[in-house]
């Protein structure tokens, strides 16, 4: 199971999203990862916003949405605990190995700067 950032951002170069247009992704020094919709699409709005910042601990990770749908919504949550919702989407069938291998697309790193990385997709 995946326990940090790090490893979480080495998986998720392989991971397409496919209810997304174009996006960008920005790295910081800050040990977060930001998500920005840049165009409308079935379910994301353009300028929808997503964060994800790992604790200072490494034990977990602070989640921000902010989208025109619902408005601002945080929440924190325990490695541990996204492993127990992880298990649950996988006993409810909402993902399965497919889930993963039908999204991997392999992609190419855009341009790095030094405290930032973008990525557009």
């Not at 170069?13 to 165009?39: D, M, P, T, V, W």
């Not at 127990?84 to 993902?95: H, N, S, V």
């Amino acid at each position: 199971m995946i326990h940090n950032l790090n490893e979480i951002k080495k998986s998720s170069k392989k991971f397409q999203l496919l209810f997304s247009g174009e996006y960008e992704i920005e790295e910081s020094k800050l040990n977060s990862i930001s998500y920005l919709a840049k165009e409308k699409s079935t379910w994301i709005n353009e300028g929808d916003y997503y964060e994800l910042t790992e604790w200072k601990n490494g034990e977990g990770y602070d989640m921000l949405i902010q989208d025109k749908n619902s408005g601002r919504q945080s929440f924190s949550i325990h490695f541990t605990q996204l492993e127990i919702f992880i298990k649950l989407l996988f006993e409810i069938g909402a993902i399965d190995a497919d889930f993963f291998s039908d999204r991997i697309k392999i992609k190419k790193d855009a341009n790095k700067k030094s405290n930032s990385v973008r990525r557009k997709y």
